[in-house]
């Protein structure tokens, strides 16, 4: 596996140590590409983590496959975020009154709440659950890996990630319909 | 419901995996089913929840990487470009240092008018030769002659006798008031005495002259004497513009030089 491969395959599983790997290895591409654009160097760590994040997103479509070098991959995320950006601040704000200043209505301020006692309830939940159970869920769900992807990064059979994803998830289910957030 | 089926067809529904001819029986199903769509919103919100908290996850590791590396010094500039910079630093100081010997060294020091006229003060010695040979190429008589009174005049300026020649000079003016070669010499005799009101006066007769040849040097040397006399800086100055703009002037350098150190 190539080097550019490991590193994908440690995005995947979210590793730190890839993103490290990333920033040693393109932060400075991107700092020139951003200040060669006309920004700074502050504006260019935020590009950076944007862009990684991105990238992240990135692998996780359906059918992804690295054709080309991450570099490559990365430095157009980079670019097309930088000049989002600009365009963005040349936009000018909102007049008071513009629909998008209406507050929220109470149901829409309720499901809002309820939204982010879910993810903290979730995020809580993934924190107990033990490290191969949290790695299943991360291929299967977020990832949206195959079976028998999961198998062979992890090293098991399809029918044991099958088995173990279905346990993990039912352990979350339990956890939320006890809280009654749902 | 079964569970197990309806888990794995709610994912295959909910992340798109089923053809077309499965969802459409599928949504059919929900319509009749509230629980099997109760079962589709739970799972929805559960895996959205799931996938959002790894996101944030990442995002907080990405961040984390980040405030790491800043605590390295990982974002400071890099090593080769602080030499870089240091090395057009350095250049930037030997150039300005480079300036700054240029200014104080090269560039005319501003002077006082008094000592600017001894720097720039020399009595005409270029032109007196040449009025001297004319005056012997002639041939005239040995007799004192009007020429020979002015040649010999001059041949006690050309020498430094700047007392003697005044002396000739005014003796021969006073015979030829209004010989201009005798008056400018006798000028510069005079400025060369210290006497600079009667040369000044002399100069800028001499100065408006038409027809005069060394008008321009009267220009000069009255400029030259203004600079010794009260008041008369301001006048100065404007002679001295005036033939520092002079191109066949031959002491429009000068002229310019003085300008700048006045």
Same mark, same amino acid.
């Given at each position: ?5 490991? #590193? $994908?395959?440690?995005?995947? =599983?979210? +590793?730190?140590?890839?993103? @490290? !790997?990333?920033?040693?290895?393109? %932060? ?53 975020? #930088? $000049?989002?950006?600009?365009? =963005?601040? +040349?936009?000018?704000?909102? @007049? !008071?009154?513009?629909?998008?200043? %209406? ?61 173990? +994803?279905?346990?993990?998830? @039912? ?12 | ?262």
């Amino acid at each position: 596996m190539s080097t550019e491969q490991e #590193w $994908l395959a440690e995005l995947r =599983a979210g +590793k730190k140590s890839a993103y @490290e !790997a990333l920033y040693h290895r393109h %932060f400075r591409m991107v700092e020139s590409l951003v200040v060669r654009l006309g920004g700074g160097r502050e504006q260019a760590r935020d590009i950076f983590q944007e862009a990684l994040l991105v990238l992240v997103q990135s692998i996780r479509k359906p059918g992804f496959q690295l054709t080309g070098k991450l570099s490559t991959l990365l430095y157009a995320i980079a670019r097309n975020l #930088w $000049l989002k950006r600009k365009a =963005a601040d +040349k936009i000018p704000i909102q @007049e !008071a009154g513009s629909l998008s200043n %209406f507050p929220a209505g109470e149901d829409g301020e309720k499901a809002a709440l309820e939204k982010d006692a879910l993810l903290q309830l979730v995020t809580e939940s993934l924190a107990q659950l033990e490290d191969d159970c949290r790695a299943v869920l991360r291929y299967g769900i977020y990832q949206n890996l195959s079976h028998a992807e999961i198998a062979r990064l992890m090293g098991y059979t399809e029918a044991y990630v099958k088995v173990k +994803k279905f346990r993990c998830l @039912e352990y979350l289910r339990k956890i939320v319909r006890n809280s009654n957030l749902l | 419901m079964s569970n197990d089926v309806n888990i794995e067809q709610i994912h295959q529904y909910l992340f798109g995996e089923m053809e077309v001819t499965e969802r459409e029986a599928f949504e059919a199903a929900m319509e009749k089913d509230e629980a099997l769509q109760e079962a589709v919103r739970f799972e929805q919100q559960l895996l959205g929840a799931i996938e959002q908290s790894f996101e944030e996850q990442d995002r907080k590791n990405i961040e984390q990487v980040d405030r790491q590396l800043q605590g390295q010094g990982f974002f400071e500039v890099p090593r080769s470009m602080r030499r870089l910079a240091l090395r057009v630093a350095a250049a930037a100081a030997v150039i300005a240092l480079g300036i700054g010997i240029w200014w104080f060294a090269l560039k005319p020091q501003a002077i006082g008018p008094a000592l600017a006229f001894g720097q720039y003060f020399h009595p005409e010695s270029a032109e007196v030769n040449g009025i001297i040979e004319s005056l012997i190429s002639v041939g005239f008589t040995p007799e004192m002659n009007r020429s020979d009174s002015l040649r010999e005049a001059l041949l006690r300026y050309r020498e430094g006798g700047y007392q003697q020649a005044a002396d000739a000079l005014g003796a021969f003016l006073q015979d030829h008031p209004q010989n201009d070669t005798a008056r400018f010499y006798l000028a510069l005799a005079e400025m060369s005495l210290s006497q600079y009101e009667s040369a000044a006066a002399r100069l800028a007769d001499l100065a408006q002259a038409d027809g005069f040849e060394q008008q321009k040097q009267a220009r000069w040397y009255l400029a030259l004497c203004y600079l010794r006399l009260e008041g008369t800086l301001g006048p100065a100055r404007r002679l001295l513009e005036e033939l520092a703009e002079d191109s066949r002037f031959d002491k429009q350098l000068e002229a310019r030089e003085l300008l700048e150190k006045l």
